[in-house]
């Protein structure tokens, strides 16, 4: 049973700026719902006497030299961008009113 409204799922297009129509806002409700609903399956699953384990990859921290390079020429950068002002790029602002994230 889905636990997530599709309020919950209009508030979190408007904090990721996304805009949906009405039938996509129904669609990710029971998607969302249907994710919900396989992790909470994951209660049911007996994990007593299993070790915790942190990685089931066998990865290891591969490390390089750290070497100097040269960077990228502000000139050339700058002369690409779309917009900029007072030596900066401009981008859009992320929060109109601060948000409430």
Request: hydrophobic share 45%; charged share 30%.
């Amino acid at each position: 049973m889905s636990q997530i409204t599709e309020e919950q799922v209009k508030h979190v297009a408007l904090l990721s700026k996304l805009e949906f129509s009405e039938e996509e806002v129904s669609d990710f409700t029971a998607t969302f719902g249907k994710i919900i609903d396989m992790v909470e399956m994951l209660d049911e699953v007996d994990t007593a006497g299993i070790s915790f384990t942190m990685n089931v990859a066998d990865n290891l921290n591969f490390m390089r030299e750290d070497v100097a390079e040269e960077g990228v020429d502000r000139d050339k950068l700058m002369a690409a961008v779309p917009e900029k002002q007072d030596g900066f790029i401009k981008v859009p602002a992320m929060l109109s009113d601060g948000g409430d994230a």
